[in-house]
């Protein structure tokens, strides 16, 4: 078991990653900028040290700082959560040749998966279902529109390199698609340094369903069933269950295998996860896959009963699984709600500040994996989500109802947060019956047709 780990990462995933290796007798070192003095990952780990500014660019993203903090505090490996570099192949191969452990898949499997237009082609090339579209170098908005008519309008353009729901657009008419493409292009470049597109066939009104897995360096590979993240809002994740309520068992079953298969194809070690889009008939295609632990993981934790970062930590230290697929067991549901700092009355502006009132729910069924506490200070500079809040329950019906009793009980106050939003969600008629897509927010609760 490795004993030392640098926690390259902040907020909620840092906090849950510190717990994690204290319950394995695992040492912790906190990173933080200027901005995250007072941050809560910094006050729970063993060691915390300071590598830069306020900015991401300057501390979270600052890779010669972050192994800086690591050699001189002598940890032998870095977890990096997920954002910042958590999908950086460089850094994980920086990593490497600093006789360092990165907590992920290799770096060679990072920057092949990364790119989103290689991997559908590997996925084609070895029989891993995958939406039509077109994998290689576009030069111009011109040949892009080519491209675009040849696959059929409407197409969705996005970034090769992305994620986060950044550099994406989807175009429906051809007058639409020049501007679209160039804007696309220019949000990719500010947000991932990498210009390069890629276009596929849009699918309407899909699920966005996506399987875990957990691999070990000896060749063991399996999943941990599947996850609904239909609720969307400009491509980012709303809310999230497991299992999916959609899934009959015999697509459930061959989208597992599928999973599987498709890991296996680029040799993937440690978690990661396969994301599909379902159509309405439940063919199911390849999207992309995710080289890094996913924000919504803790539902399959909940389901399974599988730590899933204990499990990161223990392939990392050269241990080998200790569950096959038949040991996998799925059982009752669970619902993740992303709780922000923002305002949906005000197109969700952020709305970092002081937290001046403050009360988690808790009691049966309910998980709340948050880094906030009673006078802590939002800061401007990262992300709105202030953490996640679980429940289960024997059915969905239960699960559902302790997620609106949480959320009643849930009390942030001095900033505005989308607790209200979702619970607008769960009460929603047709999502209470499963009938929801990627455009239900959008559609739906967007329109107030709640």
């Not at 920057?111 to 030069?139: C, S, T």
């Not at 698609?177 to 210009?195: R, T």
Request: glycine share 8%; charged share 25%; aromatic share 8%.
């Amino acid at each position: 078991m490795l004993k030392k780990i640098l926690i390259a990462n902040r907020g909620e995933i840092a906090v849950r990653i510190i717990r994690a290796c204290r319950e394995l007798g695992v040492s912790t070192v906190a990173i933080y900028s200027e901005a995250d003095n007072y941050a809560l990952h910094t006050q729970m780990a063993d060691e915390a040290v300071c590598v830069g500014g306020p900015q991401s660019k300057d501390s979270y993203l600052n890779m010669t700082n972050i192994l800086s903090a690591c050699v001189l505090t002598g940890c032998e490996a870095i977890h990096p959560g997920f954002g910042f570099l958590s999908e950086s192949s460089k850094f994980a191969k920086i990593c490497k040749e600093c006789n360092i452990k990165f907590i992920g898949p290799d770096y060679e499997t990072i920057e092949l998966m990364g790119n989103k237009g290689k991997a559908r082609e590997i996925m084609k090339k070895v029989g891993v279902p995958v939406v039509p579209g077109y994998e290689g170098k576009i030069d111009s908005s011109i040949q892009a529109l080519e491209i675009a008519k040849e696959i059929g309008f409407p197409v969705i353009i996005k970034a090769a390199l992305g994620g986060g729901g950044k550099g994406i657009r989807i175009v429906r008419e051809e007058s639409e698609f020049k501007h679209n493409f160039e804007a696309a292009k220019l949000e990719a470049q500010a947000c991932f340094s990498d210009d390069r597109m890629y276009i596929e066939k849009f699918i309407e009104k899909p699920r966005h369903i996506e399987f875990q897995i957990l691999a070990d360096e000896f060749n063991n590979i399996i999943h941990l069933g599947e996850r609904e993240c239909s609720l969307q809002r400009n491509n980012q994740k709303v809310l999230e269950e497991a299992p999916s309520v959609f899934l009959d068992e015999e697509t459930r079953l061959k989208m597992g295998e599928v999973a599987k298969y498709a890991a296996k194809a680029v040799n993937y070690k440690n978690a990661g996860t396969i994301e599909f889009l379902v159509d309405k008939d439940s063919n199911f295609y390849f999207m992309e896959m995710n080289t890094r632990i996913q924000v919504e993981h803790p539902i399959t934790e909940m389901v399974t009963g599988v730590d899933i970062v204990k499990g990161q930590i223990r392939i990392a230290s050269g241990l080998k699984l200790n569950l096959t697929q038949e040991d996998v067991n799925v059982n009752g549901n669970a619902i993740e709600c992303r709780i922000n700092a923002e305002d949906p009355e005000n197109n969700f502006r952020p709305s970092p500040g002081l937290i001046d009132e403050l009360y988690i729910p808790s009691g049966p069924g309910v998980r709340v994996d948050s880094a906030i506490y009673s006078g802590y200070e939002i800061p401007p500079y990262y992300d709105s989500m202030l953490g996640k809040m679980i429940t289960y329950g024997a059915t969905r019906d239960e699960a559902i109802i302790k997620m609106k009793r949480a959320l009643g009980e849930f009390a942030i106050g001095g900033v505005k947060t989308n607790i209200d939003f979702q619970y607008d969600i769960l009460t929603n008629k047709e999502f209470v019956k499963g009938n929801y897509d990627t455009s239900f927010i959008s559609e739906k609760l967007m329109a107030k047709d709640i």
